[in-house]
């Protein structure tokens, strides 16, 4: 009977969603991001409070960017030789402590360190965050990725929000609010971290390989796999440049083109964030029962024709196109990562890296490169340019189909 009974434990983290668990980390990972977007939001108020220049202003962003994204592949690849579920709390202090220090923040130089422990505490989350969603998943990996990557879109969402009912308001010590967000997630992610720990002690993190192979073959996987996972960081690249155009540059274009206020055309990106929120939840599901290569084809097809006329229809219609479009676009946020952790099994701390954190925080380094563009070809341009980047999905067709992807686990 006991055998029995520890024959069924065993089987719960591989079979069983662990929906409790989902929940959880996808709240803390909206938690997480809403932290995050306090930087950002925090700019109006740093450039009044401290007269810092449109320069300082970047070397902060990139400092988060550097830290919160670009480091992400490197955490990845050390938690999937050594599991550290006790790195979820610990990288949470560390945001904390930021969090605190930018409430207080007396100098330019003091915000840069703050938003680098900010960063480091993201950069700690975000992959292993997305190995637990990957160990609760049991056979619905799409819908279990939808659910905690929805919680990060959502707390990017509510960057306007954040502006408005707080920096505002309270100025730079409004921060301060944000050390209770942070200290409310480090204690979830005790609970969190002590449920990895049990899951580590049942079964072992890396698949057992099932087919030996020839040494030819496996030099061909080899190489499939790595031009595979290299197009599928370039098309999230190419995703997160139009990203990072409607967000950063597009409120410009409706203030420029329609006379908005900048509380106007925040409404619009809004719209834009929380619509592709509900896009990235839908996605999931849809790529469990549809294929996760066709979703991400269609999410970037799909957008591509509304993108394009985006820059050519009035104030009125640009809301539910922008709704429409952050809606297809994103749906393949969550699939992108299952997509890569299938396409590299044993290796899901670093694909998630890769996928959310390299691919992503390129895309943000590559706003710099659309700021420039902007100021020596003018914003018009910019935006003709930025809407053009989903055509670039139909490089999708180049990856390896679900089956595919099945048969080259089986032969690994």
């Keep these: 009977m006991q055998a029995q009974q520890k024959e069924r434990i065993v089987e719960i983290p591989q079979e069983k969603t662990m929906y409790r668990i989902l929940l959880i980390i996808g709240f803390v990972h909206l938690l997480n991001d809403s932290i995050q977007a306090v930087v950002p939001a925090m700019f109006p108020v740093l450039e009044q409070s401290m007269g810092l220049t449109f320069t300082q202003l970047g070397l902060i962003a990139f400092a988060l960017n550097a830290t919160s994204s670009l480091i992400q592949p490197v955490i990845g690849l050390y938690t999937d030789k050594k599991p550290s579920p006790y790195a979820l709390p610990i990288g949470l202090c560390f945001t904390f402590f930021g969090v605190l220090g930018l409430a207080f923040a007396p100098s330019f130089w003091f915000v840069i360190l703050s938003v680098t422990f900010i960063g480091l505490g993201s950069a700690t989350f975000h992959p292993e965050g997305s190995r637990v969603a990957y160990m609760a998943a049991g056979k619905r990996r799409g819908f279990a990725q939808s659910i905690y990557q929805v919680g990060g879109n959502a707390g990017q969402a509510l960057a306007p929000l954040i502006t408005a009912l707080i920096l505002v308001p309270f100025g730079q010590f409004g921060a301060i609010w944000f050390t209770i967000v942070a200290a409310l997630a480090v204690g979830l992610l005790v609970y969190i971290a002590r449920w990895y720990s049990e899951q580590v002690k049942l079964k072992p993190l890396q698949p057992k390989k099932k087919i030996a192979a020839s040494t030819n073959n496996k030099l061909k996987h080899r190489n ?29 274009y409706l203030i420029e083109q329609f006379g908005l206020s900048i509380s106007q055309a925040q409404v619009y990106i809004f719209i834009f964030l929380a619509a592709g929120a509900l896009g990235t939840f839908a996605g999931g599901p849809l790529a469990d029962r549809f294929g996760k290569r066709n979703m991400i084809m269609l999410s970037m097809l799909g957008s591509a024709p509304l993108a394009l006329i985006l820059p050519h229809v009035g104030p009125l219609l640009t809301y539910p196109l922008l709704a429409i479009i952050g809606f297809i676009i994103l749906s393949s946020f969550s699939v992108s990562v299952v997509y890569a952790q299938e396409l590299v099994p044993g290796k899901i701390g670093m694909v998630s890296g890769l996928i959310v954190g390299l691919a992503f925080g390129m895309g943000a380094i590559g706003s710099v490169a659309l700021g420039w563009f902007a100021d020596l070809f003018g914003l018009t341009n910019t935006m003709l340019f930025a809407v053009s980047l989903p055509l670039i999905g139909i490089l999708t067709m180049f990856l390896p189909s679900d089956q595919k992807l099945k048969e080259l686990n089986e032969q690994s």
Aim: overall charge positive.
């Design 224 to 252: 499939v796999i790595l031009f595979a996972i290299s197009l599928l960081i370039f098309l999230v690249f190419a995703r997160s440049w139009f990203h990072a155009g409607i967000t950063n540059f597009y409120a410009f």
